[in-house]
């Protein structure tokens, strides 16, 4: 029994530390879901402040763009006249004049990267077999928004690329001039709808990752019959969440770290006069009643701690009482019990041989006496 009780003793954890790990504990999943809330939420701005800087800046280059010249490139345009212009870069005028205002608009945003598409009701195979991005002709007409409405799940149409800032930087990254690809809900969406479409961060098994935005041009009768589309790499918007995701790391490591000081020192505060307290217990339970609880009691704001402390005064005040009164009826039991183990010790002896024996011959020896004594008197 003795041995178990040591075990449990020394296996106790201390208040202080069950406080530190209750609240670290606590700490962990309060933080971890501030943390992830604060982080979606920053991200979420971040990008919506991301998307308004793309929509700016596509509304600000698609003013400086005529539909009519983008169908026009698309029908009557060509890649290469007598020679090349700028390495592999098509020399139709107007291809060249939609790719300086990309650029113009890349120098002053350089995150932004523009290019335009129309879409038509071709495969890409068949579109790739019978057009010829070096001469005008044989081009399917693009294809019209109400059009897009009579679609099936079982049509594939194309969205065919025009003019694409990526030809003058990295041309592995282009769509070249009248490449054909299968249209993704996105493109389409941007033909049927009058308004601006967001494409959230993707990858597109071509070109890269990207966020994406697309915006209608429309004619003047307000069909739209081209596409103008922006493009931020995904690298860059990584670089800004990874940015955020440090800062905030940080943030909150510290003050993680100053909360986790601040409840160590609390608990050292708050757990030394129960420390006190139980000191106090032990020796009491020893028989040492000479405890001073006064630093206790006088405290400047008194709390539990204190009317514990007065608890402890009056109950050692009554054991200490209850224990001399019962030392007291101790040293009395035993008087008694000492005087009664006399008396029968006294009687044992009263009554044995020996003392009878003694008691009769103390008697004969009297009386011889006595007889003697009055035979003196006679004469």
């Not at 069950?18 to 670290?24: A, S």
């Not at 020796?283 to 609880?293: N, S, V």
């Given at each position: 029994?003795?041995?178990?009780?040591?075990?449990?003793?020394?296996?106790?954890?201390?208040?202080?530390?069950?406080?530190?790990?209750?609240?670290?504990?606590?700490?962990?999943?309060v933080f971890g879901l501030i943390f992830y809330w604060f982080y979606t939420f920053t991200i979420n701005k971040t990008s919506e402040r991301l998307y308004a800087d793309m929509h700016q800046t596509i509304i600000g280059a698609a003013k400086e763009i005529d539909p009519l010249e983008v169908v026009e490139l698309y029908e009557d345009g060509f890649a290469f006249k007598d020679s090349l212009a700028d390495g592999e870069i098509p020399t139709d005028p107007i291809f060249q004049k939609h790719l300086a205002l990309f650029q113009k608009v890349n120098d002053i945003e350089p995150r932004a990267w523009l290019y335009t598409y129309v879409v038509v009701d071709e495969k890409p195979a068949e579109f790739a077999a019978n057009v010829n991005p070096?001469?005008?002709?044989?081009?399917?007409?693009?294809?019209?928004?109400?059009e897009l409405a009579k679609l099936t799940e079982n049509d594939v149409v194309s969205t065919v690329f025009l003019v694409d800032l990526w030809v003058r930087h990295d041309p592995s990254k282009a769509a070249q001039f009248l490449r054909a690809i299968?249209?993704?809900?996105?493109?389409?969406?941007?033909f049927e709808r009058q308004d601006l479409v967001d494409r959230p961060l993707y990858d597109d098994g071509l070109f890269g990752s990207w966020i994406t935005t697309y915006l209608p041009l429309r004619n003047a009768e307000g069909e739209t019959i081209a596409v103008l589309g922006i493009d931020f790499q995904a690298s860059y918007v990584q670089q800004v969440k990874n940015a955020i995701r440090n800062r905030m790391l940080v943030g909150f490591f510290v003050i993680y770290l100053s909360l986790f000081i601040l409840v160590y020192i609390l608990s050292s505060f708050l757990t030394r006069p129960i420390i006190k307290l139980?000191?106090?217990?032990?020796?009491?339970?020893?028989?040492?009643?000479?405890?001073?609880?006064?630093?206790?009691?006088?405290?400047?704001?008194?709390?539990e701690v204190s009317t514990l402390a007065e608890v402890f005064v009056l109950?050692?005040?009554?054991?200490r009482?209850?224990?001399?009164?019962?030392?007291?009826?101790?040293?009395?039991?035993?008087?008694?019990?000492?005087?009664?183990?006399?008396?029968?010790?006294?009687?044992?002896?009263?009554?044995?041989?020996?003392?009878?024996?003694?008691?009769?011959?103390?008697?004969?020896?009297?009386?011889?006496?006595?007889?003697?004594?009055?035979?003196?008197?006679?004469?």
């Open positions: 029994m003795e041995s178990s009780a040591q075990q449990r003793l020394s296996k106790k954890l201390s208040l202080r530390t069950k406080l530190l790990i209750g609240f670290t504990l606590l700490f962990s999943g070096g001469s005008p002709g044989n081009r399917p007409p693009t294809i019209r928004p109400d299968p249209s993704n809900e996105f493109h389409l969406q941007a139980t000191s106090a217990a032990e020796k009491i339970g020893e028989g040492d009643y000479t405890y001073d609880f006064k630093t206790f009691r006088h405290r400047r704001l008194p709390d109950m050692v005040s009554k054991v009482r209850r224990e001399e009164s019962l030392k007291m009826q101790v040293q009395d039991l035993k008087v008694e019990i000492d005087e009664v183990k006399r008396k029968k010790q006294v009687q044992k002896i009263i009554d044995s041989d020996f003392f009878l024996d003694l008691q009769s011959k103390s008697k004969k020896i009297r009386s011889a006496m006595e007889r003697a004594n009055q035979k003196n008197k006679g004469q």
